[in-house]
């Protein structure tokens, strides 16, 4: 590790107050009231109610907005335009005058035109793709000191509804259709089902309007919804003032997964912005006058915090298309991105349809990972398209507004691994199995105990908790216990700060021998589907609604190997179904060939001789696990049994198979659709695990593990 940063990072970990204090002042973070000698961070009421900035007055929009009238805020692509001038395809800028200027109008028809509806403090959403009207309209809700709801465009309509049902919802803007090459996605009619409130809805075939004054509509609109141009026109962008408001009022809901099955709402505070900026500015390197482009989602954690770079002089790039097509490889190369976010099943996509082939990357200078775990060999393959230019790790969540595990540009990149804590906080690892702080893992100053100690060590794993205090963390939840989930049960450590109460995140972790860290999934029941968390209870309700599942079904997450994605399987008890096979076996069988039928979960078997026609004195044998897995007839050691009894018992004998008869395929495909509509369609089941009984344990998180080792084995 570079001993200077991690100098720096003990010194900020000692004096969180004083690094808070300069990072506010190297960012320009803008007030309107702040008195510079009042605490960047309050502590007085406790971790779990830490204010920041307490006193402050300000509009985030202030500091995201800075910069010279005719620098580039924004540069886009359509992959719809891209195919069709694919010798000069357009590319579209934003200039920060512009942008602001859409800002103002947004703000102004919120607080002027619609303010019987809405009013400061509203819940505002956004259902929409990342364009650069979403942009405006996300910074136009916050400057109007509304809160924007946050929803991704891939979701299903009972999902958006619950998200707005549980932000008391007033306005939502939407799309008509997104464009897609192959076809366009309806996404209005969508939120339609969802039971939304005023709607104000984008042309999503030309939104930039460039083409026509006011584009039309794909859809006929609900009585009472407005179209964009209605909603923009009579706006006057120089009257447009930033409402002014606490540093701890809410800006921002976003939706994280929840163990029981209802997200859980997240509120960012114009504050916690700060977090983003800062992960951005040390982390990630990201410099005036680079450009950023990150695919993603206001939905989604990441959507805001690459907003948030134009806070650093930064261009976001946008793509309005597959981040997963040659064309987007073509954008990045077009748009000049120095800076690219990444996950590992986007550029195993590239990998395999050699996409990058014609493709000039050398204006990136680095790439960043997160949202997935990641694969060394991919991320080789992506490095080599750039020169090597390394990747950076990146590793948080939304409750964090960043990161808690990174690296930096002065440090050696190993892939797949975090060169150290994010500036702001420290982690530390506790035994997965009596819960108490591992020895020696974290980075700070020694002086701070043994928490903190970096000598050589061998690998350790444990359950990773944060120490704040930080800008950035959660301090409330919209519908849960805030310090009940992240503080309850948690013990105390002694810091420079004086005793800190550990708080809890979730994540498994594994410290090498050179002090950097890899991430090993979740140790509770949520799982990351292609970037995405999403609770396994949540998973469950939609999955239970099959009609031929009993009510015991476990969602769990299944990855062959630590680099791998994580893949959703299915663990579920059929309905009795039951259907009896027999054999009739006059010679001693090997194997497989005891197998009754492809696809069919056996309950229990019955062997009994053939001679017998009562089948008196007959063996009943209960088999706990016995699958179809794929048409691959898998079992556990009692088959061992059935065995025993062909190899001893004087033959001609039956055996009777009493088995759960269904098309496992089938009902994979149906559950499929099941997730789809209830959820997400970007949520892949893998496979339907059958099981003759869920394992009784103590929780569900030990259940889920015994699921997940069992399928693990029947892989073998």
């Not at 309209?137 to 000191?145: E, T």
């Not at 810091?495 to 050179?514: E, F, M, S, W, Y």
């Not at 005891?594 to 044998?621: F, T, W, Y």
Request: aromatic fraction near 8%.
């Amino acid at each position: 590790m570079n001993r200077d940063v991690m100098d720096t990072f003990s010194w900020a970990n000692e004096n969180r107050e004083e690094f808070w204090r300069l990072i506010t002042k190297v960012l320009k973070i803008q007030f309107k009231e702040r008195n510079e000698n009042d605490n960047v961070i309050d502590i007085s009421k406790g971790m779990e109610s830490s204010i920041y900035y307490p006193k402050a007055k300000m509009n985030i929009c202030d500091t995201l907005l800075q910069g010279s009238d005719d620098r580039c805020a924004i540069v886009y692509m359509r992959e719809s335009e891209m195919r069709a001038n694919e010798k000069q395809p357009p590319i579209h800028r934003i200039s920060m005058r512009e942008l602001r200027a859409t800002v103002n109008r947004i703000a102004y028809a919120l607080t002027h035109k619609l303010k019987s509806v809405v009013q400061v403090g509203s819940a505002v959403a956004i259902d929409m793709p990342m364009t650069w009207e979403s942009v405006a309209i996300y910074l136009g809700i916050i400057k109007a000191g509304m809160m924007v709801v946050s929803i991704a465009d891939s979701f299903a309509s009972e999902a958006i509804e619950v998200r707005l049902r549980m932000a008391d919802t007033k306005l939502i803007f939407t799309q008509d259709v997104i464009v897609h090459t192959a076809k366009d996605i309806p996404l209005y009619t969508r939120v339609l089902r969802a039971n939304p409130p005023l709607c104000v809805v984008l042309p999503g075939k030309s939104a930039s309007g460039e083409h026509q004054k006011e584009p039309a509509l794909c859809v006929k609109l609900r009585d009472g919804d407005m179209s964009w141009s209605e909603f923009l026109r009579d706006t006057d962008e120089t009257k447009a003032e930033a409402v002014y408001v606490s540093s701890m009022s809410r800006a921002n809901l976003l939706y994280s997964s929840g163990t029981t099955g209802e997200p859980k709402g997240i509120p960012w505070h114009h504050s916690t912005f700060v977090k983003c900026l800062s992960d951005g500015y040390l982390h990630q390197d990201i410099r005036q006058g680079d450009t950023v482009a990150w695919p993603t989602n206001v939905g989604w954690m990441m959507g805001p915090w690459l907003i948030s770079q134009l806070g650093l002089g930064a261009t976001i790039a946008l793509f309005v298309g597959s981040p997963v097509s040659i064309d987007f490889c073509r954008f990045v190369e077009l748009c000049k991105v120095d800076h690219l976010g990444i996950i590992p099943s986007m550029v195993k996509s590239w990998m395999h349809t050699n996409a990058t082939s014609h493709c000039d990357w050398s204006c990136i200078r680095r790439f960043s990972s997160t949202g997935e775990a990641s694969n060394p060999t991919l991320y080789h393959w992506v490095m080599s398209q750039a020169h090597y230019s390394p990747v950076m790790e990146y590793v948080g969540g939304t409750e964090i507004a960043g990161g808690y595990l990174s690296g930096t540009m002065l440090q050696p990149q190993l892939l797949s691994s975090f060169s150290c804590p994010c500036f702001g906080l420290n982690v530390i690892l506790l035994d997965m199995e009596d819960c108490q702080p591992i020895q020696g893992i974290g980075i700070g100053n020694e002086k701070s105990g043994d928490y903190f100690n970096v000598q050589d060590r061998s690998i350790v794993e444990g359950e990773c908790v944060v120490i704040g205090p930080s800008i950035g963390l959660s301090v409330e939840l919209l519908n849960r216990n805030h310090t009940d989930v992240y503080y309850t049960g948690m013990d105390q450590i002694q810091t420079g700060a004086g005793k800190i109460t550990l708080r809890r995140h979730g994540d498994q972790l594994r410290v090498l021998p050179n002090g950097y860290y890899q991430h090993l999934g979740r140790v509770d029941d949520t799982m990351n589907l292609g970037g995405i968390k999403v609770s396994s209870v949540g998973l469950e309700n939609v999955v239970m609604r099959h009609p031929l599942l009993s009510k015991e079904i476990a969602a769990v997450a299944y990855r062959q190997q630590d680099v791998d994605a994580e893949k959703l399987v299915i663990c579920a008890v059929p309905k009795d179904t039951e259907a009896t096979f027999s054999r009739i076996f006059e010679k001693r069988p090997l194997g497989l060939q005891i197998a009754p039928a492809k696809n069919v979960g056996v309950s229990r078997v019955i062997v009994s001789k053939v001679e017998d026609p009562n089948i008196a004195n007959e063996q009943k044998l209960r088999l706990s696990v016995l699958y179809a897995i794929n048409g691959k007839i898998v079992w556990n050691k009692p088959f061992k049994a059935v065995v025993d009894v062909l190899a001893s018992a004087s033959l001609p004998i039956r055996i009777q198979f009493v088995a759960n008869q269904f098309d496992v395929d089938k009902i994979k495909k149906e559950l499929q659709v099941l997730v789809t509509q209830g959820l997400n369609p970007l949520f892949h089941v893998h496979d339907l695990f059958v099981v003759q009984e869920l394992p009784r344990t103590a929780s569900g998180k030990i259940m889920r593990r015994i699921l997940r080792n069992d399928y693990s084995v029947s892989q073998l």
